[in-house]
């Protein structure tokens, strides 16, 4: 695809949720969007690779969560895979400081190449296990928004990432079209965690049927120690 194309395609979707992009940030889309597709025929990035697909069901996707992250916020995304949500958003806001977390070596090296394309500052990435970051002091309670899209139910989720938050800070679940029934299910894990339910959100993707929610958790009190458990242990016996 042409930039002049992909800049049409991306604008008119980006118009639709008040977003406008610079000359220099639509250029930056582009080049990840080649890497994107140009890595992926060597590893495994992503199912989707029209491009049309890949601005909107990647990028505008990844930046519908934007306006609610304040200035200045440092963010981590975990379980990035190919940089979703957490390189659109750096993209779009030089203010917030970005973490990216993947429990896979090939994937960190491709987000390493990105980040260097791209000139991208105030944005690292760590190559870890979900639990054992968590569990780590460096950055255990040390984020103000925590964030992931489609890892796991909302129940191992939260545990991944309500101990990564400061006191008042936010956890930003990027969920498909259902969610009644996740959000039912996990909230006495949240509780147990340190979180309260704040605001669930539905909507479409702009010009498309494609239904996604946003779970939005704020942290009221500490994470107790022992979250996360051990690696497997979330995904396997779910927090009732």
Not at 75 to 82: C, E, F, Q, S
Not at 88 to 117: A, G, M, Q, W, Y
Request: charge should be positive; glycine fraction near 4%.
């Amino acid at each position: 695809m042409e930039i002049e194309k992909f800049e049409e395609i991306l604008k008119t979707y980006l118009k639709k949720i008040d977003i406008e992009l610079s000359k220099k940030q639509i250029e930056q889309f582009y080049t990840y969007m080649n890497l994107l597709l140009e890595w992926n025929e060597k590893i495994n990035l992503t199912a989707i690779t029209e491009p049309e697909e890949v601005i909107l069901k990647h990028f505008v996707d990844s930046l519908t969560i934007s306006a609610y992250i304040k200035k200045g916020s440092k963010l981590v995304d975990m379980g990035t895979g190919a940089g979703f949500p957490g390189i659109p958003l750096k993209i779009l806001r030089d203010d917030i400081e970005i973490t990216l977390v993947d429990s896979l070596n090939k994937r960190i090296n491709f987000l390493n190449e990105v980040i260097k394309e791209l000139e991208l500052r105030e944005i690292s990435t760590v190559h870890a296990r979900a639990e054992e970051f968590g569990q780590n002091k460096k950055y255990r309670e040390k984020f103000d928004i925590a964030t992931s899209r489609a890892v796991a139910n909302l129940s191992t989720l939260s545990e991944y990432l309500v101990p990564l938050v400061k006191l008042e800070g936010k956890i930003i679940c990027m969920k498909g079209s259902e969610v009644k029934e996740e959000v039912e299910n996990a909230k006495n894990a949240i509780k147990i965690l340190g979180g309260k339910m704040e605001k669930e959100e539905s909507f479409n993707l702009p010009n498309s049927d494609m239904k996604r929610n946003l779970v939005i958790i704020k942290k009221i009190k500490n994470t107790p120690a022992k979250y996360p458990r051990k690696p497997g242990t979330p995904a396997k016996e779910p927090i009732k």
